[in-house]
């Protein structure tokens, strides 16, 4: 029969040492199979026992043990950028603060000297300021009533203007039809005249042929023609004539001409009306402009931003609280001087507690954000709530290659203290209700079935063991769960599943002296408590917690 894996007859190789230590440190919790060889004397009597785990149902952990420093995870420093002296602290170490309250006041007898002289010089600009708004005011009340009269005017002259406009175009429409005659009894005198000399050219070349003798000759049709065209002519001016002077008398009944140079007269004067208009309209506007520029003068003749800084510098001189917490140092005293930049006090949530750890590289796939966590003290008693909050996306080599990480404490009033060490036990598993062993008490028979060996009868080096095939299941470093229908609370299994390495020799007075202290049996799993993983198992590496995977130290 094969009794264990490679990988069990190593993990026993390196945990044996400390399940050999447990055995002696454990003798409250359980006892001892042995039987007595050779002589009856105390000193050199050789005894023999087994090392056996009586099941129970328990709670079985898979867990990593780590170790940090107890911190605040809400710090705030109160802070000042001023040199200036302190005048009060009305805190001390230890008070516990609110948000805003008062941490410690400054020195503002410089600053309000400098706000004083900044508001009287501000006085000063801020009354000539009303001077020059008020004489703009005034000035702008002028030009807007220049303005209004001056659009009073033009809309009279625009009235007039119209009006004689009307009366114009009504005469002149009365003339249009005297002109139309006229202007027709002049186009047609002047293409008479233009006939009339067109026959006197003709008369004049018959003239010059001998064809005729000139006016007299009876006989000549180009002197004939002349003469007609010479009437006709006559004729068509007298009737242009005619038509003119009927114009004039219709002009004149009319008043034509007094209407027209009225009328024009009424356009020169709404033309000057109107620049006179645009120019009071622009003096207004410019007073418009130079009073909103007072007004803006005065305004900032009241305020600067130089004064708002001193109001700012006066208003940082009373330091406050940012947030909740206990005041666990001041760095100043009253009369000191807090330089730039000084951290003034600090201030610790205490009841807001976290605890910083690094996670090794070789553990950070088995993490994640959420698990729970045990934690543990030397100044405090029982185990700490906790929970995984932050791992850092990056391994960090300060001191061993590892992840930052920070473990949030949830147990109320619990009792820790800003900057002792704990030990952080981060479950990554837990199963309920189970039995459990150490890893080395499952073996591996021939058929590659995993077994225990139950005691079935005997007791000490002459005990009997059979054995039973079970099922593995979740695993630490130091113990394994198993189930079986053959199982059953009571039972003693053997703690090796290699009967040498469950057999330890002892003097009889040595055992005798565990077997008054502890009766008859070695219950390993008595010695878990309810809810818990089993107890006993060996030290976490680098000093971890039992049970756990280790810590790093």
Same mark, same amino acid.
């Given at each position: 029969?094969?009794?264990?894996?490679?990988?069990?007859?190593?993990?026993?190789?390196?945990?044996?040492?400390?399940?050999t230590v447990l055995c002696v440190c454990l003798l409250g919790a359980g006892s001892f199979y042995f039987t007595r060889r050779g002589t009856t004397r105390r000193n050199n009597t050789q005894a023999s026992f087994v090392r056996t785990t009586?099941?129970?149902?328990?709670?079985?952990?898979?867990?990593?043990?780590?170790?940090?420093?107890?911190?605040?995870?809400?710090?705030?420093?109160?802070?000042?950028?001023?040199?200036?002296?302190?005048?009060?602290?009305?805190?001390?170490?230890?008070?516990?603060?609110?948000?805003?309250?008062?941490?410690?006041?400054?020195?503002?007898?410089?600053?309000?000297?400098?706000?004083?002289?900044?508001?009287?010089?501000?006085?000063?600009?801020?009354?000539?300021?009303?001077?020059?708004?008020?004489?703009?005011?005034?000035?702008?009340?002028?030009?807007?009533?220049?303005?209004?009269?001056?659009?009073?005017?033009?809309?009279?002259?625009?009235?007039?203007?119209?009006?004689?406009?009307?009366?114009?175009?009504?005469?002149?429409?009365?003339? %249009? &039809?005297?002109? !139309?005659?006229?202007?027709? $009894?002049?186009? #047609? +005198?002047? @293409?008479?005249?233009? =006939?009339? *000399?067109? /026959?006197?050219?003709?008369?004049?070349?018959?003239?010059?042929?001998?064809?005729?003798?000139?006016?007299?000759?009876?006989?000549?049709?180009?002197?004939?023609?002349?003469?007609?065209?010479?009437?006709?002519?006559?004729?068509?001016?007298?009737?242009?004539?005619?038509?003119?002077?009927?114009?004039?008398?219709?002009?004149?009944?009319?008043?034509? %001409? &007094?209407?027209? !140079?009225?009328?024009?007269? $009424?356009?020169? #004067? +709404?033309? @000057?009306?109107?620049? =006179?208009? *645009?120019? /009071?309209?622009?003096?207004?506007?410019?007073?418009?402009?130079?009073?909103?520029?007072?007004?803006?003068?005065?305004?900032?003749?009241?305020?600067?931003?130089?004064?708002?800084?001193?109001?700012?510098?006066?208003?940082?001189?009373?330091?406050?609280?940012?947030?909740?917490?206990?005041?666990?140092?001041?760095?100043?005293?009253?009369?000191?001087?807090?330089?730039?930049?000084?951290?003034?006090?600090?201030?610790?949530?205490?009841?807001?507690?976290?605890?910083?750890?690094?996670?090794?590289?070789?553990?950070?796939?088995?993490?994640?954000?959420?698990?729970?966590?045990?934690?543990?003290?030397?100044?405090?008693?029982?185990?700490?709530?906790?929970?995984?909050?932050?791992?850092?996306?990056?391994?960090?080599?300060?001191?061993?290659?590892?992840?930052?990480?920070?473990?949030?404490?949830?147990?109320?009033?619990?009792?820790?203290?800003v900057g002792i060490n704990a030990t952080v036990e981060i479950i990554q598993s837990t199963v309920d209700n189970v039995f459990?062993?150490?890893?080395?008490?499952?073996?591996?028979?021939?058929?590659?079935?995993?077994?225990?060996?139950?005691?079935?009868?005997?007791?000490?080096?002459?005990?009997?063991?059979?054995?039973?095939?079970?099922?593995?299941?979740?695993?630490?470093?130091?113990?394994?769960?198993?189930?079986?229908?053959?199982?059953?609370?009571?039972?003693?299994?053997?703690?090796?599943?290699?009967?040498?390495?469950?057999?330890?020799?002892?003097?009889?007075?040595?055992?005798?002296?565990?077997?008054?202290?502890?009766?008859?049996?070695?219950?390993?799993?008595?010695?878990?408590?309810?809810?818990?993983?089993?107890?006993?198992?060996?030290?976490?590496?680098?000093?971890?917690?039992?049970?756990?995977?280790?810590?790093?130290?």
């Amino acid at each position: 029969m094969k009794f264990q894996e490679l990988r069990k007859s190593l993990h026993w190789n390196k945990k044996k040492t400390g399940i050999t230590v447990l055995c002696v440190c454990l003798l409250g919790a359980g006892s001892f199979y042995f039987t007595r060889r050779g002589t009856t004397r105390r000193n050199n009597t050789q005894a023999s026992f087994v090392r056996t785990t009586v099941l129970k149902k328990t709670t079985l952990n898979n867990s990593i043990s780590l170790t940090g420093t107890v911190e605040s995870a809400a710090v705030s420093n109160v802070t000042t950028n001023q040199s200036l002296s302190v005048k009060s602290i009305p805190v001390q170490v230890g008070d516990w603060v609110k948000a805003g309250d008062i941490i410690c006041v400054l020195d503002t007898e410089e600053i309000d000297k400098n706000i004083e002289k900044t508001l009287e010089s501000l006085q000063e600009s801020a009354d000539q300021a009303k001077e020059s708004l008020a004489s703009a005011e005034e000035n702008l009340t002028w030009a807007q009533s220049d303005a209004d009269s001056a659009w009073n005017t033009m809309a009279e002259k625009e009235t007039a203007m119209n009006s004689a406009k009307t009366a114009y175009e009504s005469a002149r429409s009365s003339v %249009d &039809a005297f002109q !139309a005659n006229v202007d027709q $009894a002049q186009a #047609a +005198y002047q @293409s008479l005249m233009e =006939a009339e *000399n067109a /026959a006197l050219s003709q008369l004049n070349a018959a003239i010059s042929t001998g064809e005729c003798s000139g006016l007299e000759d009876t006989a000549c049709a180009a002197g004939l023609n002349y003469q007609n065209a010479k009437q006709a002519s006559k004729d068509a001016k007298a009737k242009a004539e005619s038509a003119q002077q009927d114009l004039k008398t219709a002009q004149s009944a009319m008043n034509y %001409d &007094a209407l027209a !140079a009225a009328y024009t007269s $009424a356009q020169t #004067a +709404y033309n @000057s009306a109107v620049n =006179a208009w *645009n120019t /009071a309209r622009n003096q207004r506007d410019t007073w418009e402009t130079k009073v909103t520029e007072a007004k803006e003068a005065l305004e900032k003749a009241s305020a600067s931003d130089a004064l708002d800084d001193l109001y700012e510098k006066r208003e940082n001189c009373t330091l406050r609280a940012e947030t909740a917490g206990k005041v666990t140092a001041i760095n100043v005293t009253v009369g000191s001087m807090a330089g730039n930049n000084t951290t003034i006090a600090t201030i610790q949530d205490t009841e807001a507690l976290k605890i910083s750890v690094t996670i090794p590289e070789y553990e950070i796939q088995n993490v994640e954000l959420g698990m729970s966590a045990k934690i543990t003290t030397d100044a405090t008693e029982g185990e700490i709530e906790g929970t995984l909050t932050q791992i850092s996306p990056v391994a960090s080599s300060q001191n061993s290659t590892g992840f930052s990480a920070e473990v949030t404490v949830t147990t109320p009033d619990s009792g820790l203290y800003v900057g002792i060490n704990a030990t952080v036990e981060i479950i990554q598993s837990t199963v309920d209700n189970v039995f459990v062993v150490p890893i080395d008490a499952v073996g591996t028979n021939d058929q590659g079935e995993a077994v225990v060996f139950v005691k079935e009868s005997s007791s000490g080096a002459d005990a009997v063991f059979k054995e039973v095939s079970v099922t593995t299941g979740e695993e630490n470093d130091y113990y394994i769960e198993i189930s079986s229908s053959q199982l059953s609370e009571g039972m003693e299994v053997r703690s090796s599943a290699d009967p040498e390495q469950a057999q330890v020799n002892m003097t009889e007075g040595n055992a005798q002296d565990l077997s008054n202290n502890a009766g008859v049996q070695f219950d390993m799993g008595g010695a878990m408590p309810s809810g818990e993983m089993p107890s006993g198992g060996g030290p976490g590496r680098n000093g971890g917690a039992p049970g756990g995977r280790g810590g790093n130290g």
